[in-house]
Structures are given as C-alpha cells and as structure tokens.
C-alpha cells in the first residue's frame, strides 16, 4: 500500500538535503586537497579566487532571485563587521594550510579540538557553565584528538603531520569557534540578513587576503609556473572552479539541512561523511590508516554523537519551517552548538 503523499515528499525531502550536504563537503575537501597537493606553494590564492567566486556567484543568485539581496557598500558597516570578517579569513586560511599538510582522512583529526573549543569560547562569551552531558562530550573529543596526534611506531616518517601543521589546525578550530559566537552579534548590522553577511564576509575576506597573496610572493610564483611548463595548471584551475561554486552550494545546502532536518539527522550525516571522507581518502590518495588514527576518528565521532544528543534533548525542537533563504537566523540557547551556522564563507565545513 502506498505511503500518503506527505510522508514520500518530507521524507524525500530530507534525504535529499542531506545528500546534498554530505556531497558538496565531500567535494569541497577532496578537491581543495587535490588542488593543495598539486600547486602547494599557492594556498592563500587559491583561497582569494575561491572567495570572489562566492562574491560573483551571489551576485548572479541575487540578478536571478529577488529574495537574495546584495547590500549597499557603507564604510560604518564594513567597520562594524571587521572583527568577523578577519576573523573568517584567519580561521580559513589557517583551515587551508593544515589542509595542504596532512592527509585528507587525517584532516578531521588535525581539527578535532573544534568542538571543544567552541564549548570553551562560547562559555567565556555567555558566562554560562555548560551542562555536565556537554563537559563530557568536550572531554571525550579532546581525548580522541590526542589520540589521533600521538606518535605512532607504525606510521613512516614522511606520513606524519609536522608540528605547526598541528598547529594550524588547532588555530583553524579555535578561529572557527571564535566566528560561530561573532556571528549573532554581527547580524543586526546586515539587517539580521544571513545572505548579506556572507557577501561582507566573503567580499571582507577576499580584500584583506589581496596583500597577503602579494607579500608572499604567490603571483610569481603563478608566473613562473606558466612560464616554466610543467606545472599541471588544468588542476588549479578546475579546481578553483569547481571548489568555488561547490563552496556556494554548500552554503546554500547548510541553509536547507537547518530548516528541513533535525539534530539526530544531521548528527547521523555527520557521522556517514566522516566516514566516507576516511573510506575516500583511503582510496583516492592513498592515506594511511592505523590504529591511532581510526581509533581517534571514532571517538572524535562518538564524542560528537554525544553532544548531539545532548544538545537535542536540553532544548526542544522547534517544529521544521519553509525555506526562506532570507529569513534571519538567530542562533539560540549558548552558541555553542557545532558550527552548524547559516552564515557561510567558501570553506566552512569544513570549517
């Protein structure tokens, strides 16, 4: 006997949003390590084109959709946004260069202090002590995160993260932390407008990352690449390409999964792209899994799981609305939930 019409259309419509989801992150992580791999010597580039690639793609949406409204440039905004804005473009590039210096599936490892430390700022911000349950789901990431960057007899020397990659990592979570809580206060100055904060975003980061890519000599560097010949310039420009406008989708994917899904859906998606981002980094460049590192995953997993949990059960959901991809998103309770805000730049899962 058939199911009733409204059952097929909001169950297929959250498979399809979380499809959707887990595959642009996929795509967003393989392809930006990819990218990495091939032309290392040009991160903060390859950030900056991803960058105006959102800024052009936003434009386009908002000639299409009425509903998406580019805003007005005005100098008392665009101070009063400074603080996110640099502190977006920290947290992504130091999110590109722990990408660029370990392996793919040992990416997440690299980042697995992210939650913890969300937990922290967000505590220090809202002066609360958070629950015991979410103590516990702090501790028992932060566990599985050492575990993952702890020496390893079996793991040959080359395959080992360096030091200030491990670094990097810790400063990308930390910097995303720092975002997640800038980001309420930051939305009354775009006229509580979701999308035109991540166009100031990306617009922010992009100018301030300009002299940076100048300064570290990476335009030479392109220019010397071409010149030269033998540099595979079809895979930095693909995937500019292709990481820009999946970055773009995968805002408007975060969009989709706050509306229609709910906590336990998104913590089960989670938990199913971590492992297919290992399984696939395993497959496609070869990463080397021991015990360690799949021993850190899982509980860096299950210690999310557990927050999750914990999480849903401390405040009740409320009942899923309509997509508006206008409407303003106030994140609620202590902001501390993981980084599942609505507020985009072109490599957040990431981040």
């Given at each position: 006997?058939?199911l009733?019409?409204?059952?097929?259309?909001?169950?297929?419509?959250?498979?399809?949003?979380?499809?959707?989801?887990?595959?642009?992150?996929?795509?967003?992580v393989f392809?930006?390590?990819?990218?990495?791999?091939?032309?290392?010597?040009?991160p903060?580039?390859?950030?900056?084109?991803q960058?105006?690639?959102a800024?052009v793609?936003?434009?386009?949406?908002?000639?299409?959709?009425?509903?998406?409204e580019?805003p007005?440039?005005?100098?008392?905004?665009?101070?009063?946004?400074?603080?996110?804005?640099?502190?977006n473009?920290?947290?992504?590039?130091?999110?590109?260069?722990?990408?660029r210096?370990?392996?793919?599936?040992?990416?997440?490892?690299?980042?697995?202090?992210?939650?913890?430390?969300?937990?922290?700022?967000?505590?220090?911000?809202?002066?609360?002590?958070?629950?015991?349950?979410?103590?516990?789901?702090?501790?028992?990431?932060?566990?599985?995160f050492?575990v993952?960057?702890?020496?390893?007899?079996?793991?040959?020397l080359?395959?080992?993260?360096?030091?200030?990659?491990?670094f990097y990592g810790?400063?990308?979570?930390?910097f995303?932390?720092?975002?997640?809580?800038?980001?309420?206060?930051?939305l009354?100055?775009?006229?509580n407008?979701?999308?035109?904060?991540?166009?100031?975003?990306?617009?922010?980061?992009?100018?301030?990352?300009?002299?940076?890519?100048?300064?570290?000599g990476?335009?030479?560097?392109?220019?010397?690449?071409?010149?030269?010949?033998?540099?595979n310039?079809?895979?930095?420009?693909?995937?500019?390409?292709?990481t820009?406008?999946?970055?773009f989708?995968?805002?408007?994917?975060?969009?989709?999964?706050i509306k229609?899904?709910?906590?336990?859906?998104?913590?089960f998606?989670s938990?199913?792209?971590s492992?297919?981002?290992?399984?696939?980094?395993?497959?496609?460049?070869?990463?080397?899994?021991?015990?360690?590192?799949?021993?850190?995953?899982?509980?860096?997993?299950?210690?999310?799981?557990?927050y999750?949990?914990?999480k849903?059960?401390?405040?009740?959901?409320?009942?899923?609305?309509?997509?508006?991809?206008?409407?303003?998103?106030?994140?609620?309770?202590?902001?501390?939930?993981?980084?599942h805000?609505?507020?985009?730049?072109?490599?957040?899962?990431?981040?």
């Open positions: 006997m058939p009733p019409m409204s059952i097929n259309v909001a169950t297929l419509q959250v498979a399809g949003v979380v499809s959707f989801y887990m595959s642009a992150a996929l795509v967003m392809v930006n390590k990819a990218v990495l791999s091939s032309s290392p010597d040009l903060l580039l390859f950030l900056l084109i960058l105006l690639i800024v793609l936003l434009h386009i949406s908002a000639a299409i959709f009425r509903r998406v580019i007005k440039f005005n100098w008392q905004t665009a101070r009063d946004l400074t603080p996110v804005v640099l502190v473009v920290i947290g992504l590039v130091f999110n590109t260069l722990c990408l210096g370990v392996e793919a599936s040992y990416f997440q490892i690299a980042r697995g202090l992210q939650l913890p430390l969300t937990i922290l700022v967000s505590s220090i911000h809202t002066s609360c002590i958070p629950s015991a349950k979410i103590i516990v789901a702090a501790t028992l990431v932060s566990f599985g050492f993952g960057v702890a020496p390893s007899a079996a793991l040959p080359l395959a080992s993260p360096t030091s200030i990659t491990l810790i400063l990308s979570s930390l995303i932390a720092l975002h997640a809580v800038l980001i309420k206060s930051s009354p100055h775009c006229d407008s979701t999308i035109q904060l991540a166009w100031w975003t990306n617009f922010g980061s992009a100018v301030f990352l300009v002299p940076f890519v100048v300064f570290n990476e335009l030479q560097i392109l220019r010397a690449n071409l010149i030269e010949g033998d540099w310039g079809k895979v930095f420009g693909w995937g500019c390409l292709v820009g406008i999946f970055g989708l995968l805002c408007v994917a975060g969009l989709l999964s229609v899904t709910s906590p336990i859906t998104h913590m998606s938990a199913a792209r492992v297919l981002q290992t399984l696939l980094g395993f497959y496609i460049f070869h990463d080397i899994l021991t015990v360690n590192r799949v021993s850190s995953i899982l509980i860096i997993l299950g210690g999310t799981m557990f999750t949990w914990a849903s059960s401390e405040f009740k959901p409320s009942p899923p609305q309509p997509v508006d991809l206008e409407s303003a998103h106030r994140p609620s309770g202590t902001q501390d939930s993981k980084i805000t609505v507020v985009w730049s072109v490599d957040d899962e990431e981040k």
